[in-house]
């Protein structure tokens, strides 16, 4: 069963097992796509209210791409499940000869590759939230702003556990322009994520 129609409860069961997936990654996702539907939630709280009748346009706009942003991470709870498990796949390829050993070696390379890629594009995604999320405090309802700051905080969240997975994975790679590129990526949006995140919370006396 795909993981994105799995019950809460089954999710955390299947995440608290022995197996090594679903883990971080798809964590990580699940948090992006509830910040994405707290904003998009604010949104909606916003749109035709008395008294906000100037910001109809932005809230419409802004539920339409936290919804696409949502749904994305949604996905990507599987994706990122499915990128490790090929890693794992790889592992246990047989390893009889040097002819086999060295196709082993190189499908892990490529495993690991695409589960340190899949978790970076999850918290690029995840990132594209902040944006929201500072509309949601800016100018949505304000009796909804609490949920715009938690969603602030979620996407952060997002975004920098997702790139812990994509970290972890950097560490084991051969690659070096590979490694010195993601890495580069990886702090980059790190920090935007934790200055973004302390911009928006700033904006708030709650």
Request: charged share 30%; net charge negative.
């Amino acid at each position: 069963m795909d993981m994105k129609n799995m019950t809460v409860e089954d999710f955390a069961s299947k995440t608290a097992s022995s197996e090594p997936a679903p883990g971080g990654g798809s964590v990580a996702a699940l948090a992006g796509a509830l910040a994405g539907a707290l904003s998009e939630m604010v949104a909606r709280l916003t749109i035709g209210k008395k008294g906000y009748e100037d910001v109809q346009d932005e809230m419409s706009a802004m539920a339409e791409k936290a919804q696409r942003i949502r749904l994305q991470l949604i996905d990507d709870i599987q994706r990122d499940t499915n990128s490790f498990n090929k890693y794992m796949q790889a592992l246990g390829m047989p390893k009889e000869t040097e002819e086999q050993k060295e196709i082993r070696r190189n499908a892990m390379q490529e495993g690991l590759k695409e589960a340190a890629i899949v978790p970076f594009e999850v918290a690029n995604t995840a990132f594209g939230i902040m944006e929201l999320a500072e509309l949601a405090v800016d100018k949505g309802n304000s009796n909804a702003v609490s949920d715009g700051l938690v969603a602030a905080m979620m996407a952060r969240t997002a975004v920098l556990s997702a790139l812990l997975n994509t970290k972890i994975n950097l560490g084991s790679i051969k690659d070096e322009e590979f490694v010195r590129e993601y890495s580069g990526k990886v702090k980059d949006l790190e920090l935007k994520a934790i200055e973004y995140e302390g911009k928006i919370l700033s904006k708030s006396t709650l």
